[in-house]
């Protein structure tokens, strides 16, 4: 019903692509890879995407990226709809302007049908993820994940092993436990602030929920 109210099978795979990964650039093979679709339709609906404003393009070490457009008009429907993460309730607009807050959304286990969130989330108890570095374009913290929780080395090794194997490239990743994470932003950790800083996209955050 979607890809006939989106007009393109293609275009609705590309939505869901960007929408789920906001702050996270692709190229165009890149993009045909995960979505499995023949470049040429997936270069003509960027095509298409682009000319709305839906998504935006910029060139880095001569190749060409895309991604979401976070100051489209419709941003928050279409994430509501491709992204996985709710719109808030109007009795929830209504309360977050009178605070002067933004609405408050559901916490993030991160959107369902997501592969690699269900694979990082049977390491152990991960209640805090995010990618960055050479996911997101941003090298000041130095890594591309990190990864906050109770969990298990060895599953870990083996997560970021099949990780690296799917996007063909090595991974730098941080593991922390939630007291080590917490104390380090608490004593307003170095590193922590620039992980935290750069521009990254969160996989997990379930530290909502659980404190």
Do not use: H
């Amino acid at each position: 019903m979607i890809e006939q109210l989106f007009g393109s099978k293609t275009r609705v795979k590309l939505l869901r692509l960007f929408y789920s990964n906001p702050n996270r650039p692709f190229y165009v093979r890149e993009i045909t890879r995960k979505i499995d679709e023949q470049i040429n339709s997936v270069r003509r609906e960027l095509g298409n995407l682009l000319s709305i404003g839906i998504i935006s393009s910029d060139t880095s070490n001569n190749r060409l990226y895309y991604e979401v457009n976070q100051l489209y008009e419709y941003f928050r429907p279409l994430k509501a709809i491709f992204g996985g993460e709710p719109l808030a309730t109007a009795a929830e607009e209504e309360a977050a302007k009178e605070s002067g807050e933004e609405p408050a959304v559901a916490p993030k286990v991160k959107k369902a049908a997501d592969p690699v969130v269900d694979e990082l989330l049977t390491v152990g108890n991960v209640v805090f993820a995010l990618y960055t570095g050479q996911f997101t374009r941003d090298e000041a913290s130095g890594i591309d994940m990190l990864i906050v929780g109770d969990v298990n080395q060895t599953k870990v090794q083996k997560f970021i092993a099949a990780l690296e194997e799917k996007e063909k490239k090595e991974i730098r990743y941080v593991v922390f436990t939630p007291q080590e994470f917490e104390y380090r932003i608490d004593v307003k950790d170095r590193f922590i602030s620039s992980v935290m800083a750069s521009k990254n996209q969160i996989l997990v955050d379930k530290r909502a929920v659980e404190s």
